[in-house]
């Protein structure tokens, strides 16, 4: 285990308190080839579960579709804390940060997909959030949920 996961881990609570509140997220997922795929996602974090939203087709979707394994990570990097000697090999970095190991899937169920839909519009637009999302939109719009099999956190303040 690395030395500040000992000394700097995040509990439960302040886990949930950063998935709730960080705006963006890097979703890993694995190419055709075993190569790394990562890519910044807006997110939900619900009942204990990620979901994303997006385009029902792109190489996101067909690497879950292949393998469903993935990795997220979110921080929040508050800024730098200097050095009093301005020594720059001494500056550290304020921040937390959560990893996510898990496994994703695709929701099918429509009343699942809606409500995460309005999830994630209550999140990133809230003064729409009485809107009542078409029907065709929310077909045709492509839920991820990522079982979360590990999650911790970190910080350094």
């Given at each position: ?97 959560a990893i996510i190991d898990g496994k994703a899937v695709l929701l099918e169920d ?16 809230p003064h729409l959030a009485d809107k009542t999302l078409p029907e065709n939109m ?20």
């Amino acid at each position: 285990m690395q030395y500040r996961m000992k000394t700097h881990m995040l509990d439960r609570d302040e886990i949930d308190k950063l998935l709730n509140e960080i705006q963006t997220g890097c979703l890993a997922t694995v190419n055709c080839d075993g190569t790394p795929y990562v890519i910044p996602v807006h997110f939900v974090y619900l009942d204990r579960a990620i979901y994303i939203h997006g385009l029902p087709k792109g190489k996101k979707i067909e690497n879950i579709k292949m393998n469903p394994f993935v990795s997220m990570t979110v921080y929040n990097m508050d800024g730098l804390l200097l050095d009093a000697r301005h020594n720059p090999c001494d500056t550290n970095t304020k921040y937390q940060s959560a990893i996510i190991d898990g496994k994703a899937v695709l929701l099918e169920d429509y009343k699942a997909k809606a409500k995460v839909l309005d999830k994630i519009v209550g999140k990133y637009t809230p003064h729409l959030a009485d809107k009542t999302l078409p029907e065709n939109m929310v077909r045709g719009t492509a839920v991820i949920k990522i079982a979360v099999n590990e999650i911790t956190g970190k910080y350094y303040l």
